[in-house]
């Protein structure tokens, strides 16, 4: 049972591009959670999503961030117009079942966004 | 106000029994305590959760006092590949929230 996937593992882009990051969740589960990791620090939350539904969007920056998790296909996690400080490490999770109460949550192997 | 507190980094040798505390004085009636487990360029890996007393699984034991203010993480007889950063976290829901975590580094 593979585990959760994501894509690339490594993006450099140079200000301004587009980024785009792709999460596909462990088999089976429906639920899935985007984070951002700068050095030296743990994981911020960023949003979280279930098929075709943004459940909880707190933690995403309000301008240049977006994601989406359609019904087919891979969670997307995309930032227009990249600065220097979205440099990070964005790491996707996924769960069975929406977390109302604690639930496992399990990570990918991360993106590690490079802007020049 | 942070959620958890714990030491920034402690040392060990193989072999030896790490215990790694975390106090989480404002933890919350539903709370449960989760530790994570992160190797540099991975993602956090999942080691142990509880809610009172202790749980124990093949890699860990998780020890919570009656008050719950804090929890011990247990790693018996550690090795070299047990360097990394463990992440005490509290709460529920969706939101996992992490705080700098523990660097255990292991030496011979």
């Known amino acids: 049972n593979a585990g959760v996937m994501q894509n690339p593992r490594h993006l450099v882009r140079r200000r301004g591009q587009e980024a785009r990051l792709r999460c596909s969740p462990m088999k089976g589960h429906s639920h899935v959670y985007w984070y951002r990791q700068l050095p030296e620090e743990g994981l911020k939350f960023m949003v979280y999503?279930?098929?075709?539904?943004?459940?909880?969007e707190s933690g995403m920056p309000k301008e240049r961030f977006s994601a989406e998790f359609p019904k087919e296909g891979p969670s997307i996690l995309r930032i227009q117009q990249v600065v220097r400080g979205d440099s990070a490490a964005y790491f996707c999770a996924s769960s069975p079942q929406g977390s109302l109460t604690q639930e496992t949550q399990y990570f990918g192997p991360g993106t590690r966004l490079l802007v020049l | 106000l942070a959620k958890t507190t714990q030491p920034i980094s402690m040392d060990s040798y193989e072999g030896q029994e790490v215990n790694i505390t975390c106090s989480h004085n404002n933890i919350a009636t539903n709370d449960y305590i989760t530790w994570y487990q992160q190797f540099p360029s991975q993602g956090p890996r999942f080691i142990i959760q509880?809610?009172?007393t202790k749980v124990t699984n093949e890699v860990a034991s998780l020890f919570i006092p009656a008050d719950r203010k804090s929890s011990t993480l247990s790693l018996p007889r550690v090795s070299l590949s047990d360097t990394a950063v463990y992440y005490c976290l509290t709460g529920g829901g969706n939101k996992l929230t992490f705080g700098t975590g523990t660097q255990l580094k292991v030496e011979l």
């Open positions: 999503l279930q098929k075709e539904n943004i459940i909880d």
């Open positions: 509880g809610y009172k």
